[in-house]
């Protein structure tokens, strides 16, 4: 069995113990995986989780595995930039390729420090991914991200390269290809391959090469100076001008197709200085810092924001207490009723479209299920009200970092255009929770009380996540969470608020995420902030660990791997420390107000619950603000009235949440409408009116706006009307009088708004992007299900006639297959056997027999790690393992 000399390492860049190994370099990345610890093999399956469905029953179906096209093209996707860029460079590199031609790749023929610092660092995250296998003089990019990345005529390489001379000369004629040979002052040989190597050496001299450039015409450095940096492919004539001839006849150009020349490797590399890369970005770019506060000013702003984050959500579950606006068929709110919604909250319908999603988000609404189905807040909504409002603040700031709902794509199309509507399917994007996550530690990594340039940030989640599959998308959701969290008071003048940090888990300056959590996707290419690369071995630079080298770079996947119980109890200790941080920051609510003479009432600050919820019946809104102002009038007490206060119940709540006077216009108020409240009576006939003064009647038949009620007197001092009794209501108080419902035994109806709730509803989970990120437990399980598997497979045996020896399941009797389990029993030795299952799957196990009887035998599996027992029948048959 083939093993690394090198040492491996886990993914935050820390050497496992150094071991003695004599060992030949690894022939497959399935022998590459085998001479990694466990350690190792850990972090492979949390970098790429997609690995572990099913879990492999070995290594070599780990590595088949991990060279699948869909697991590569994702791993690939997940590699910070300058991890790419040497993929790429792999890619263009010989295969295999030493450290030092990867690193002249990189850094070009004047080399560049940057670059070295970083080289380490980067190859050890694709080592760690399994990307990338072999020691430094042997380093092989996975064949099946060779064939992504390497340069083809239909996908070109990122590099801009083209292919190499000997692949450009592959269908040429042996006579042609000497004719260039001669043409380019070369001896010509006695067959092609020694020609097109002799044609490759002279290219890759630099001395040489420079000295055939300087005979070129300056038309021909023309053409190579076009091409030279990609695409390197160009179209000729049949007849091509003198100056393409010139190139053509030395091989700086060859043909490729009818009409179409490349520009072959070798010289392309010649004419960029050795560098694959036109830029190379071996260290991200710094978030720059635009403006800066101090930490008091921004806590004390975002501590405001966070108040009427809170003041928004209640209001607009409060609008929707008695049942919200319809559910489209399609799922989600209507633009009419959005746009009702925006009014209601005096926001725009963007901002509205937020703080809806932000309120399903946490729970706090849903459709309530039933046949005329509409929205309305949840059983959840009531006990987060109970609540302090620093606690209520972390629950709606946790929801939001975890949610996958973009609330910035409301009013958008999706791919089949059509509109995307709040509340509504197809707005889940996986990437959200993560570029949150991320913003906000970028955020924390820098001084307290600093706003961040916006495209110095964009351009520091561009380089950690460049694939250009998502680019256009995650950078829209880093400016709305910018937005976003301002909106929310996580971040006051755009920099992050104390409490702020101790949400997203930073402790100062620098330190950005500690944890992601189960919230954020897995697998990208750079691990968490560490020290320098560390290596393989004592003599491996490339390492097999991805840490962030001297770049500082934090990455997603390092962060998302920290999940499991300590995950969620992490987020519920930062989420309290947030709410302790802003407790403080926030106006104590109170139990007064202000009246004024012109029938309002100011509210100075926040007022308690119970004062604030019965001031809301007897008053309207009127402004909002630092100070809220609710104003007086007939229709709001008459609601009061309704909801079964008396005259003298108003007078002795005014009087005693009243810091002035109740004023006397306000008083009056109160008196005349009690006095006209409930005069006329209103029941069901249809419906009729009854009222012991026959001069309203007479008042109320005369008026030409109760024609549309169709009123008959049947008595000096009854009505009866057509209409039904709420009709009749809402008319009669339009034409200025004061009815009141009352019941079939003459008693006054007492009206309340009837608080409108779904059934339980839990909170929408989030959508994760591709398989979860596993947790330790599952991870430690499938580490050694695979080892023991792969002992089963690679343990050495001997080959009887009827064992097969190319890998297949032995085949042995009934009676020699008892035999030599009886044998094992007394002996003690482990035997090699084929087992088929009730499902009819075949697999190969290792057994130390301990007992066999009753046509079954009991053993200690070894693939399994466990004792087990097996029916005879099943065994196909059985083979001692070799002596060593």
Same mark, same amino acid.
């Not at 993914?11 to 399935?30: E, K, N």
């Given at each position: 069995?083939?093993?690394?000399?090198?040492?491996?390492?886990?993914?935050?860049?820390?050497? #496992?113990?150094?071991?003695?190994?004599?060992?030949?370099?690894?022939?497959?990345?399935?022998?590459?995986?085998?001479?990694?610890?466990?350690?190792?093999?850990?972090?492979?399956?949390?970098?790429?989780?997609?690995?572990?469905?099913?879990?492999?029953?070995?290594?070599?179906?780990?590595?088949?595995?991990?060279?699948?096209?869909?697991?590569?093209?994702?791993?690939?996707?997940?590699?910070?930039?300058?991890?790419?860029?040497?993929?790429?460079?792999?890619?263009?590199?010989?295969?295999?390729?030493?450290?030092?031609?990867?690193?002249?790749?990189?850094?070009?023929?004047?080399?560049?420090?940057?670059?070295?610092?970083?080289?380490?660092?980067?190859?050890?995250?694709?080592?760690?991914?399994?990307?990338?296998?072999?020691?430094?003089?042997?380093?092989?990019?996975?064949?099946?991200?060779?064939?992504?990345?390497?340069?083809?005529?239909?996908?070109?390489?990122?590099?801009?390269?083209?292919?190499?001379?000997?692949?450009?000369?592959?269908?040429?004629?042996?006579?042609?290809? =000497?004719?260039?040979?001669?043409?380019?002052?070369?001896?010509?040989?006695?067959?092609?391959?020694?020609?097109?190597?002799?044609?490759?050496?002279?290219?890759?001299?630099?001395?040489?090469?420079?000295?055939?450039?300087?005979?070129?015409?300056?038309?021909?450095?023309?053409?190579?100076?076009?091409?030279?940096?990609?695409?390197?492919?160009?179209?000729?004539?049949?007849?091509?001008?003198?100056?393409?001839?010139?190139?053509?006849?030395?091989?700086?150009?060859?043909?490729?197709?009818?009409?179409?020349?490349?520009?072959?490797?070798?010289?392309?590399?010649?004419?960029?200085?050795?560098?694959?890369?036109?830029?190379?970005?071996?260290?991200?770019?710094?978030?720059?810092?635009?403006?800066?506060?101090?930490?008091?000013?921004?806590?004390?702003?975002?501590?405001? =924001?966070?108040?009427?984050?809170?003041?928004?959500?209640?209001?607009?579950?409060?609008?929707?207490?008695?049942?919200?606006?319809?559910?489209?068929?399609?799922?989600?709110?209507?633009?009419?009723?959005?746009?009702?919604?925006?009014?209601?909250?005096?926001?725009?319908?963007?901002?509205?479209?937020?703080?809806?999603?932000?309120?399903?988000?946490?729970?706090?609404?849903?459709?309530?299920?039933?046949?005329?189905?509409?929205?309305?807040?949840?059983?959840?909504?009531?006990?987060?009200?109970?609540?302090?409002?620093?606690?209520?603040?972390?629950?709606?700031?946790?929801?939001?970092?975890?949610?996958?709902?973009?609330?910035?794509?409301?009013?958008?199309?999706?791919?089949? $255009?059509?509109?995307?509507?709040?509340?509504?399917?197809?707005?889940?994007?996986?990437?959200?929770?993560?570029?949150?996550?991320?913003?906000?530690?970028?955020?924390?990594?820098?001084?307290?009380?600093?706003?961040?340039?916006?495209?110095?940030?964009?351009?520091?989640?561009?380089?950690?996540?460049?694939?250009?599959?998502?680019?256009?998308?995650?950078?829209?959701?880093?400016?709305?969470?910018?937005?976003?969290?301002?909106?929310?008071?996580?971040? @006051?003048?755009?920099?992050?608020?104390?409490?702020?940090?101790?949400?997203?888990?930073?402790?100062?300056?620098?330190?950005?995420?500690?944890?992601? @959590?189960?919230?954020?996707?897995?697998?990208?290419?750079?691990?968490?902030?560490?020290?320098?690369?560390?290596?393989?071995?004592?003599?491996?630079?490339?390492?097999?660990?991805?840490?962030?080298?001297?770049?500082?770079?934090?990455?997603?996947?390092?962060?998302?791997?920290?999940?499991?119980?300590?995950?969620?109890?992490?987020?519920?200790?930062?989420?309290?420390?947030?709410?302790?941080?802003?407790?403080?920051?926030?106006?104590?609510?109170? $139990?007064?107000?202000?009246?004024?003479?012109?029938?309002?009432?100011?509210?100075?600050?926040?007022?308690?619950?119970?004062?604030?919820?019965?001031?809301?019946?007897?008053?309207?809104?009127?402004?909002?603000?630092?100070?809220?102002?609710?104003?007086?009038?007939?229709?709001?007490?008459?609601?009061?009235?309704?909801?079964?206060?008396?005259?003298?119940?108003?007078?002795?709540?005014?009087?005693?949440?009243?810091?002035?006077?109740?004023?006397?216009?306000?008083?009056?108020?109160?008196?005349?409408?009690?006095?006209?409240?409930?005069?006329?009576?209103? @029941?069901?006939?249809?419906?009729?009116?009854?009222?012991?003064?026959?001069?309203?009647?007479?008042?109320?038949?005369?008026?030409?706006?109760?024609?549309?009620?169709?009123?008959?007197?049947?008595?000096?001092?009854?009505?009866?009307?057509?209409?039904?009794?709420?009709?009749?209501?809402?008319?009669?108080?339009?034409?200025?009088?004061?009815?009141? #419902?009352?019941?079939?035994?003459?008693?006054?109806?007492?009206?309340?708004?009837?608080?409108?709730?779904?059934?339980?509803?839990?909170?929408?989970?989030?959508?994760?992007?591709?398989?979860?990120?596993?947790?330790?437990?599952?991870? $430690?399980?499938?580490?050694?299900?695979?080892?023991?598997?792969?002992?089963?497979?690679?343990?050495?045996?001997?080959?009887?006639?009827?064992?097969?020896?190319?890998?297949?399941?032995?085949?042995?009797? #009934?009676?020699?297959?008892?035999?030599?389990?009886?044998?094992?029993?007394?002996?003690?030795?482990?035997?090699?056997?084929?087992?088929?299952?009730?499902?009819?799957?075949?697999? =190969?196990?290792?057994?130390?027999?301990?007992?066999?009887?009753?046509?079954?035998?009991?053993?200690?599996?070894?693939?399994? $790690?466990?004792?087990?027992?097996?029916?005879?029948?099943?065994?196909?048959?059985?083979?001692?393992?070799?002596?060593?």
């Amino acid at each position: 069995m083939s093993t690394d000399e090198s040492q491996p390492t886990d993914s935050a860049g820390v050497s #496992a113990p150094a071991s003695p190994r004599v060992a030949d370099t690894p022939r497959s990345l399935a022998e590459a995986l085998r001479s990694r610890e466990d350690g190792a093999l850990a972090d492979l399956l949390r970098a790429r989780p997609d690995l572990l469905n099913p879990v492999p029953t070995d290594l070599t179906q780990l590595a088949t595995r991990a060279g699948t096209r869909a697991s590569v093209v994702r791993a690939l996707e997940r590699l910070d930039r300058f991890a790419q860029q040497v993929a790429e460079a792999l890619a263009v590199a010989p295969d295999p390729a030493s450290y030092d031609e990867v690193s002249a790749l990189l850094a070009g023929d004047e080399g560049d420090p940057a670059v070295e610092g970083a080289l380490g660092r980067a190859l050890g995250t694709l080592h760690a991914q399994a990307l990338v296998w072999g020691p430094d003089d042997r380093l092989r990019l996975v064949r099946t991200a060779r064939e992504l990345l390497a340069p083809s005529p239909q996908h070109p390489s990122p590099t801009g390269l083209g292919p190499t001379v000997a692949e450009a000369t592959a269908g040429m004629s042996p006579t042609r290809i =000497q004719d260039i040979v001669a043409t380019a002052g070369l001896p010509t040989t006695h067959d092609p391959v020694s020609a097109v190597q002799s044609l490759t050496a002279l290219f890759t001299d630099r001395t040489r090469m420079s000295a055939l450039l300087d005979e070129a015409p300056a038309e021909s450095v023309e053409v190579l100076s076009r091409l030279v940096w990609g695409p390197p492919y160009g179209q000729v004539t049949a007849d091509p001008a003198r100056h393409l001839r010139w190139l053509l006849d030395r091989g700086l150009l060859l043909p490729t197709a009818p009409g179409t020349v490349v520009l072959p490797r070798e010289a392309a590399l010649h004419l960029r200085a050795g560098r694959a890369h036109r830029t190379v970005e071996p260290t991200p770019p710094p978030v720059e810092v635009a403006r800066e506060h101090r930490p008091q000013v921004v806590d004390a702003t975002a501590a405001g =924001q966070a108040y009427t984050a809170l003041a928004t959500v209640e209001e607009l579950l409060k609008d929707w207490d008695e049942g919200g606006p319809a559910v489209l068929r399609a799922g989600g709110l209507s633009v009419r009723d959005l746009k009702r919604t925006a009014v209601a909250l005096d926001t725009s319908e963007p901002l509205a479209a937020f703080w809806v999603e932000l309120a399903y988000a946490a729970g706090l609404l849903a459709s309530d299920g039933e046949a005329d189905e509409r929205y309305a807040a949840t059983p959840a909504y009531d006990e987060w009200q109970e609540l302090p409002a620093p606690e209520r603040w972390a629950a709606l700031a946790t929801a939001w970092l975890a949610a996958t709902r973009t609330a910035g794509l409301v009013g958008g199309r999706d791919g089949k $255009d059509r509109t995307l509507s709040a509340l509504g399917p197809h707005l889940d994007r996986s990437a959200a929770p993560e570029v949150r996550h991320r913003v906000l530690a970028l955020l924390a990594a820098l001084p307290e009380g600093a706003a961040p340039d916006a495209e110095s940030l964009q351009a520091r989640l561009r380089w950690e996540h460049p694939s250009p599959a998502s680019l256009d998308l995650r950078s829209r959701i880093a400016q709305w969470t910018l937005n976003e969290a301002e909106l929310l008071g996580v971040t @006051g003048r755009g920099a992050l608020s104390g409490h702020g940090r101790a949400l997203v888990g930073g402790r100062g300056p620098g330190l950005g995420l500690e944890s992601l @959590g189960a919230g954020a996707p897995s697998g990208s290419g750079s691990a968490s902030d560490s020290g320098s690369a560390s290596s393989l071995g004592s003599a491996s630079r490339s390492g097999s660990a991805s840490s962030s080298g001297s770049a500082g770079a934090v990455s997603s996947a390092g962060a998302a791997g920290v999940a499991g119980a300590a995950g969620v109890a992490g987020a519920a200790e930062r989420r309290a420390l947030a709410a302790e941080r802003l407790a403080p920051l926030l106006p104590q609510p109170l $139990d007064h107000v202000l009246l004024q003479a012109d029938l309002t009432a100011v509210a100075p600050g926040p007022l308690e619950r119970p004062l604030g919820d019965a001031l809301a019946v007897l008053a309207d809104v009127e402004s909002k603000g630092g100070a809220t102002v609710y104003r007086f009038s007939p229709g709001s007490v008459r609601r009061a009235l309704d909801a079964g206060q008396s005259a003298s119940d108003l007078h002795a709540f005014l009087a005693a949440h009243s810091r002035t006077p109740v004023p006397q216009p306000l008083a009056y108020l109160i008196d005349d409408v009690a006095r006209r409240h409930g005069h006329l009576r209103i @029941g069901a006939a249809s419906a009729y009116v009854r009222c012991d003064d026959e001069a309203m009647l007479d008042e109320i038949m005369a008026d030409k706006r109760a024609q549309s009620l169709r009123l008959r007197r049947l008595a000096p001092t009854v009505l009866a009307a057509q209409a039904d009794p709420g009709t009749l209501l809402d008319g009669l108080r339009s034409m200025g009088f004061a009815p009141a #419902a009352e019941s079939a035994e003459g008693d006054v109806l007492i009206t309340r708004a009837h608080a409108h709730r779904t059934p339980p509803r839990s909170a929408p989970e989030p959508v994760p992007d591709g398989p979860p990120v596993p947790g330790a437990t599952l991870i $430690d399980a499938a580490v050694r299900a695979i080892r023991a598997g792969d002992l089963a497979s690679t343990a050495p045996r001997k080959s009887p006639a009827v064992a097969a020896s190319d890998g297949r399941l032995p085949r042995t009797t #009934a009676a020699e297959t008892l035999a030599t389990m009886q044998a094992a029993v007394l002996t003690g030795e482990a035997v090699w056997v084929g087992y088929v299952n009730a499902e009819g799957a075949a697999s =190969q196990r290792v057994l130390a027999p301990v007992r066999v009887e009753g046509g079954f035998v009991t053993a200690y599996d070894h693939t399994a $790690d466990e004792v087990r027992t097996y029916p005879l029948h099943r065994i196909t048959g059985v083979a001692e393992l070799a002596d060593d």
